[in-house]
């Protein structure tokens, strides 16, 4: 391995990339999809109790059509989210290679 240390790859897990992702620079739109994320998800399953417990054909229509849209929502929100943490964890490791290429630059030009 031509005598170079490598330097270890911090490997790290889903909920403390949630937490980066919840307390970095946009951590309040990340606090506020959390919130999105978690009304949307209790207004389906309230609208999956209502789907059920209705007797009315179009009363079950109503309360399908909030399951499938509340559903889509929260996805949408979740997807938000990962999009932000994939973000931080792909910066941390732009400057990564960045400082590998500067003490590689600076060990060469000697």
């Known amino acids: 391995m031509d005598g170079q240390r490598k330097e270890p790859v911090m490997a790290t ?9 919840l307390r970095g620079p946009l951590g309040w739109v990340g606090r506020l999809a959390f919130a999105y994320i978690l009304l949307f998800f209790g207004l389906m399953v309230w609208c999956a109790i209502e789907l059920f417990a209705a007797e009315d054909t179009r009363d079950q229509i109503l309360f399908a059509v909030g399951v499938v849209l509340t559903f889509l ?32 630059a600076s060990g060469s030009g000697s």
């Open 73 to 104: 929502i929260s996805a949408l929100c979740k997807l938000y989210l990962y999009m932000l943490m994939n973000r931080n964890a792909l910066e941390d490791r732009l400057e990564r290679i960045e400082k590998r290429l500067e003490t590689s």
């Open 13 to 21: 897990g889903l909920w403390s990339e949630l937490g980066r992702a």
